[in-house]
Every structure is written in structure tokens, then in C-alpha cells.
């Protein structure tokens, strides 16, 4: 009882400062929003969509608003100019990230180390940016993997073979395909088994439940003061399952230290070589493995599953599609990389896919290092920043019959996902921009090219497509609330 009254009493007072901190407030040109219940704010409001609710608010109060999460202070773009505002006119002071209470590491090493939570844009950052380009999205790099790309996709397809006419999983096939690709690239072999039915011990549940744990709700990111208690035990979990991947690969690092003590030299070089030769440490390694594979594996997944559902729902666009491929590539050709890089028409579909299912609908959260001001308004010193691509990219002001599966808006245009173009920013803008977008429009141009052109494809008892369950599960990426799928014909 000594010990507990304290406690008991410290956090009786935090919550009293929290209502007095509230219900005086500092600035008085916020940006519009709903109104907040004291100590709470506005998070019995969102829901478990927040992009859907957040889109709401915005028809109620214009294209850039402010909620409250607990103490935390959220400032939401939700049309090209606002947009623009925070990612391009004011990008050098906005592009410090604004890092969830669960990320397990101090933020003095994220800033040292990390590609994407480091707020700290100067040496550190620049170089880990240009080592990732230089060694794996540049052009040069781009094309010195595409055999390596086109071989994991030909054993997808070989795996997909032997299940015609079965039902499958398709997002569980894909996911296990990009993790592979990515496990040749970076450490020259395989990660997991494409059938995974019930696995609950490999790499693909490890990478799903990190997943899961970062898009649930944090009371820590709510209330900081509670931050050192991990209350939910999330902070606690995901220290876990980062070991458990962490597992995945360390042996392989100790390998190939001990070969590279040994030699000055290593031919075919995959990206560890590279970074153990370019004196990375242990630390470095996880950091830069654990932010590329989840990122670029999950992400991948989601817009090829969305792509494979718009597909299937709408049989005119599925028929152009395979009359392109069949056009270009012809009947029993392999596809590969060189003879997709022209097929208008696959990429229209990628971008609207995009477009209707951006992969992150609220991008990464930004966070003013200062108070600033965005289109006369005030955005107080650690604010939050979201831009909701997901509404800007059904805004029927901007987009035509915005919510209906179209590729043909994107053959005579031309805006791209470059980060140019804010009426359609699913990869970001500016000096926070994803890294591996092209790594990303490669793979999902040449997975979703092979599935279409090497397959008919059907719901299993031969449902009708649009009868096609589309509802979305929010999460650190969009994906489909319930799983697809088809059956291989």
C-alpha cells in the first residue's frame, strides 16, 4: 500500500492538469475540427476506420482540420492543396516524423539509424537514404534484379499450377512471393514456404502480427505520461515478435561476417554483403532489414489483392487487361520484366487501384518541430500531421465518378504516383517519399501481369463477383477486411 498510493495519487493529477491543460486553450486559429470532450478529445469519434471518419469531419469542416487524441493535438490534410502545403511548400520544417510510442528503440538511435522514423534529416539520414538507392531502387539496381524478381514469380506461378481448380488464399501466395523475393535480394535465399495455411512460427506471422500491433490504438500516444508504463503491454509485444524476425537472420549476418574476415572480396554480392563490407553494424543490419522487409512486403500484398478484387468485379477491364497481355506478350511466352515495361493499360490499372486503395491512407504521420502556420492557421510546436490520400483519392471534386474502378482515366493523363501530382500521392511527396516505390512498381506490375495473363480466375462455387465482399480493414496498410478468395483455372 506504501507504494501504491503514489501512484495511485500521480495519476489523479495528471488527469487533472490534463482537463485544466484543455479547457484553457493556447492557440486560438486552430485549423476547424469537432468539438473535443475534455481529457478524451475526439478518439470515441473514429472508430475503427479512422480515415473514413477523418473524411467526415473534413466534409463538415473544410480541407484542413484538427482533432484531439488525449493530449495529442492531430492536424489532417484532406485535398491536394493542403497537401502540397505540408509536403512540398514547407517540407523542410514538416518532414520530421512523428513516431509512435511502440517503436521499441530510443529515438537518439532512430535518428542515427533509421530510414523511416528518423526525425534527424541531415548526415545520418541523407546517407542511409542514398546507400538504399544507390545498392537497391536505383535505375541500375532496379534492372540488375529483375531475374531474380521474374524467378520468384515463375515459382509462384509453377505453385499455382498445381492448385488449379482449388481454392486459395491469394494474398497469402503473393506475401509469400514478395518476402522471397526480398530474402534472395538481401540475403540470397528463400524465407518461407508460399503454402502457409496454419503456420503460426514463420517469418510471414512474425511480419503480420508486428503489423496488427502497430495499428492498434496506444494510450501511450495518447496521454505521454503513461508512456513509461506500456499499459497495454504493446511496446512489450512487439519487442517480442522484432526478436523473433530479428532470429530470421542473425545467423545468416554471422555467416557472413566470418566469410568476409577471411576475404577482402565476395562475388554476387546481395544487399548484407553489401552493407557488412560497408562496416554496418549489428544494430544497423536490423534496423534497415526489419523497416525494407516489413514495408515493402505488406504494402505490395494490399495492392495486388485489391487489383485482383477491382479485376474481378469488373469483367471489361479484366477482359482489355488480358487482350494487352495476350497483344504483347502472346500466348505461351514468359513474361518478364523487359516486355512489361510497355503495357499502358496494366499500368492504369495499377494506379487506380491506387487510387480507390492507397496502401497507407493516411501516409506516415509528420510532426511539427515548431509552431508554424498553414494557410493562416496555427499548428502548435509537436503537432501531428496526416494527409488522408485515401479521401483524395475519392473526392468526386477532383476525380470523375470517383468511385467506380475506371482505368481509362489514367491512359490519355498523365499523372503518376511520383510524388508531383497531390490528387494522387499514394506513396507520399517530398523528402519523405517511400524509398521503394520502384522497387514497388515493379513487382506489383510483374506479379499482376503473370496472375492475369497465366490464369483465368474464379470466386470458389462460382459466386458472383459483384457480390464481392470490399470492405476495408484499417491498419498500418488497407487491406481487405476479409481475405480473398479465388480458385485458378
Known sequence: MEYMLPVSFLILMSFFLLILKQLVPKYRSLPPGPRPWPVLGNIFQFGKKPHISLAEFAKIHGPLISVRLGTQ?????????????????????????????IVTYELSVLDKHSIIWSSDLSNHWKFSRAFCHTHLFSPKAIKSQASLREKNVSEMIDFLNSRKGKTVKISEIVFGTILNTLGNLFFSKDLCQLDYEGNTSGIKHVIRKLVELGAMPNISDF???????????????????????FNVWNE????????????????????????IHSGFSDLQINLFLIELIAGGSDTNTSTIEWAM????????????????????????????????????YLAACVKETLRIHPPTPLLIPHRAPETCKIMNYTIPKNSRLLVNVWLIGRDSNIWEDALSFKPERFLDSNVDFSGQDFEFIPFGSGRRICP????????????????????????????????LDMEEKFGVTLQKEKSLLVVPI
Request: proline share 5%; hydrophobic share 40%; with cysteine.
Open 73 to 101: 493535438l492531430v492536424v489532417v490534410a484532406s485535398s491536394p492543396d493542403t497537401a502540397s502545403e505540408i509536403l512540398k511548400t514547407q517540407d523542410r520544417l514538416l518532414s520530421v516524423r512523428s513516431v509512435p510510442r
Open 252 to 275: 545468416i549476418v554471422k555467416e557472413k561476417r566470418q566469410a568476409t574476415s577471411h576475404c577482402s572480396s565476395i562475388k554476387n554480392q546481395d544487399f548484407l554483403d553489401v552493407m
Open 223 to 245: 496521454y505521454p505520461v503513461f508512456d513509461a508504463l506500456d499499459i497495454q503491454g504493446l511496446r512489450k509485444q512487439t519487442k517480442i515478435y522484432q526478436d523473433q524476425l
Open 436 to 467: 521503394g516505390l520502384p522497387f514497388a512498381r515493379q513487382e506489383i506490375h510483374l506479379i499482376l501481369a503473370s496472375l492475369i495473363h497465366y490464369f483465368e480466375w474464379s470466386l470458389p462455387n462460382d459466386e458472383d463477383p459483384m457480390k
Open 309 to 344: 478484387a477491382e479485376l474481378l468485379r469488373n469483367k471489361d477491364a479484366m477482359r482489355k487487361l488480358q487482350a494487352e497481355l495476350r497483344g504483347k506478350i502472346g500466348g505461351d511466352d514468359t513474361i518478364t520484366e523487359s516486355n512489361i515495361n510497355d503495357l499502358p
